[in-house]
């Protein structure tokens, strides 16, 4: 099942311009992470944020989280054309199964120079 | 350092043909191991993991099994496969923790399309 939701499904920004992308999710969770895929790639991980914590910041990337509203944001600053990918948020569970690590459908973001 | 290994990266099969996706990581012992599944604009699906030789989990009932044989090798079958089974399979590992897994590492991919 769907965990994670990222939204928008895809944004379109110009080079210099924040990109903000929003993940929500269903169940408690002890750590929510954020990957990266360039087309017809792996994945690459960006960023993880435990249930414990707030915000995050890593580079340009700055990562939030709002357990009581089961949601996260990736915003990337100042974005650059080699940004251009789809982004996903990544979930486990806090009841059980706690190996597995679920993710979203993620967000294209496209960086035009 | 641990790398990670996925192989083929290209495969065109007919439907009921069989088929093997192998995965192998370097450089760590023990690791959890993970197949996704990606279809064409969408997100990804888990489909097994692993966290010991001979321990498989499946998340979806369907047309695919998984081994591991060895502590760092994880490998995804089928023995005949369905036009459904097209799409974009990543192998992926974390170190094994007690507890929520931290970090994926994922291969570079294998591009299945069955006609």
């Known amino acids: 099942s769907q965990q994670g939701e990222e939204d928008p499904q895809a944004l379109s920004i110009q080079e210099g311009e924040n990109a903000t992308m929003n993940c929500s999710y269903k169940t408690s969770i002890n750590n929510l992470q954020w990957y990266r895929q360039n087309s017809g790639r792996g994945l690459v991980h960006l960023i993880l944020i435990r249930s414990n914590e707030r915000e995050k910041h890593s580079g340009r990337l700055r990562v939030t989280l709002d357990t009581s509203k089961k949601s996260s944001s990736l915003l990337i600053t100042a974005s650059r054309a080699a940004d251009t990918a789809s982004y996903f948020c990544?979930?486990?569970?806090?009841?059980?199964?706690?190996?597995?690590?679920?993710f979203g459908k993620g967000t294209k973001l496209t960086v035009n120079p | 350092s641990q790398t990670i290994h996925q192989w083929p990266a290209t495969l065109v099969q007919p439907v009921g043909s069989p088929l093997s996706l192998e995965c192998t990581v370097e450089g760590t012992s023990n690791p959890n191991l993970y197949w996704y599944r990606q279809a064409a604009g969408r997100g990804l699906q888990l489909l097994f993991y692993s966290v010991g030789i001979g321990q498989i989990s499946s998340e979806v009932p369907q047309n695919l099994s998984a081994s591991r044989p060895q502590d760092r090798q994880f490998i995804l079958s089928s023995k005949k496969l369905l036009l459904s089974d097209s799409g974009f399979y990543l192998c992926a590992w974390s170190f094994h923790l007690s507890g929520s897994p931290g970090e994926l590492f994922f291969g570079e991919g294998s591009r299945l399309t069955v006609l």
């Open positions: 990544a979930t486990d569970s806090q009841w059980g199964g706690s190996e597995k690590l679920v």
